[in-house]
């Protein structure tokens, strides 16, 4: 079996040759390329999601307040705030998972890079929020009350786990043909490409085609082309932290879109030979370095100031 490929046709190709779905696929290529057998693998995607839920649900808990004072328990407030002009329940639960799993991750918590740390919440929020909403039905409650699956030993549902599989292709892709890292192609390449990887798992679970699913990929990222990174006082929080959320929204806007079978005109492919471009021609102020940006508003660098104090 082929387990190299660049692209979504490459990839699109081998599954088709070798008659298998793309989680699958995806247990396999990972169990070749670590030397691990496929039971490993799969107890090692159960530990990580465990680690996901531990985080989402801390989050939600207790507000999270950081030493820089960036962060000031944001999915706490926003989760019980009785006032939400938009009053459905997956689309407020999917920003305040997004904001609590990142609001962890800028307080030190233990999160799993999926693919950033600065993007942690993206994929991850969106994923729970289907499966909070959609799926478990014993669920019930506000926001706040999630029942936790946290246990390391815990076998999760396949949808569940094909989910994190499926967003995990998407990202290889970007990694191969652009890049996942904000000090290479700015934040295009983290909360861009986290976009990309929850919208594609996100229509997967809704039961679209892969072909669907990369298209809704396609969409989520044009939407990200040319993001920067700016990070206040050098640290992920400012934007990240709210970006979370945004781009959660975003992954929930694609995907309807999908579900009414509009499509990408570019396609994914394409769409990442795109951000590979407009990467490289970013200037470095705007890719990490806090040089640019936000980092040098009259705010940001008193923040800085303040710290350095």
Not at 39 to 44: N, T
Not at 136 to 145: L, P
Request: proline fraction near 4%; charged fraction near 20%; aromatic fraction near 8%.
């Amino acid at each position: 079996m082929q387990f190299r490929f660049h692209t979504f046709s490459e990839l699109e190709t081998i599954l088709h040759a070798e008659k298998i779905p793309a989680p699958e696929y995806g247990i396999k290529r990972e169990a070749f390329m670590s030397g691990m057998s496929e039971a490993q693998i799969l107890a090692e995607i159960d530990r990580r999601i465990a680690v996901t839920r531990k985080a989402l649900i801390k989050g939600l808990e207790n507000p999270q307040h950081s030493r820089s004072g960036l962060t000031k328990g944001a999915a706490v407030a926003f989760a019980s705030s009785s006032r939400h002009l938009i009053r459905d329940d997956l689309f407020t639960r999917s920003l305040a998972y997004a904001l609590a799993i990142n609001e962890v991750n800028a307080c030190g918590g233990k999160v799993v890079s999926f693919p950033t740390a600065g993007s942690c919440g993206i994929v991850l929020g969106v994923i729970w929020v289907w499966w909070d909403t959609r799926e478990n039905q014993a669920r019930e409650g506000a926001i706040g009350t999630v029942c936790p699956r946290d246990s390391p030993d815990e076998k999760y549902d396949s949808r569940l786990r094909d989910a994190f599989l499926v967003a995990s292709l998407t990202g290889v892709i970007i990694a191969q043909g652009a890049t996942l890292a904000g000090s290479e192609g700015g934040c295009q390449a983290e909360c861009g490409a986290a976009g990309a990887m929850a919208a594609c798992a996100l229509a997967y679970l809704e039961e679209q085609s892969l072909k669907a699913c990369f298209s809704a990929a396609a969409l989520s990222l044009k939407n990200f082309l040319g993001l920067v990174c700016d990070p206040v006082a050098g640290l992920v929080e400012v934007p990240w932290v709210k970006r979370n959320a945004f781009v959660a929204a975003n992954a929930l806007t694609v995907v309807d879109l999908t579900l009414s079978s509009i499509e990408s005109i570019i396609p994914f492919d394409e769409m990442v030979w795109a951000m590979k471009q407009i990467g490289d021609n970013l200037p470095g102020s705007i890719k990490e370095n806090s040089t640019g940006g936000l980092a040098i508003t009259p705010t940001g660098l008193a923040f800085k100031q303040a710290l350095e104090r």
